[in-house]
């Protein structure tokens, strides 16, 4: 009796994995409505930023612009650039490496240089 009811919950728990793993086809993936891109990324182009627009929804891109003092995405004004030709509303970042005061004003005036240079006004 007690091994019957074993076989039974080990196939009931079988069935109910396979039925699971099998019939839950309606997976919902994460919105992609920006992307962020920066030298990794290389050079994109305007039909990259249409691509991802026409069929995955994109409607925004992220760039990094600067890094500490003496770092500049040099892909930065080209893919700023492109997005904004494809439709796509742009915005950038600086990645910040300050440990003091100074250290942030002096990035924070490097980010806004470089941010202007690329295509950003304030």
């Given at each position: ?12 728990t ?11 086809t ?5 919105r992609v409505d ?7 990324n ?14 995955y929804?994109?409607k925004?891109m ?6 500490g ?7 930065a ?16 970042y ?18 806004a240089?470089l ?8």
């Amino acid at each position: 009796m007690v091994l019957k009811k074993r076989i039974i919950v080990a196939l009931t728990t079988l069935m109910s994995m396979v039925v699971l793993f099998f019939c839950a086809t309606n997976v919902q993936a994460a919105r992609v409505d920006m992307v962020d891109v920066s030298n990794n990324n290389g050079a994109m182009t305007v039909s990259n930023f249409k691509d991802m627009h026409d069929n995955y929804g994109v409607k925004a891109m992220v760039t990094k612009i600067s890094e500490g003092t003496s770092f500049k995405d040099t892909t930065a004004a080209g893919n700023i650039a492109a997005a904004k030709s494809a439709g796509l509303y742009v915005n950038g970042y600086h990645y910040a490496r300050y440990s003091s005061v100074s250290g942030a004003k002096a990035e924070a005036d490097y980010a806004a240089k470089l941010a202007q240079a690329d295509g950003f006004s304030y």
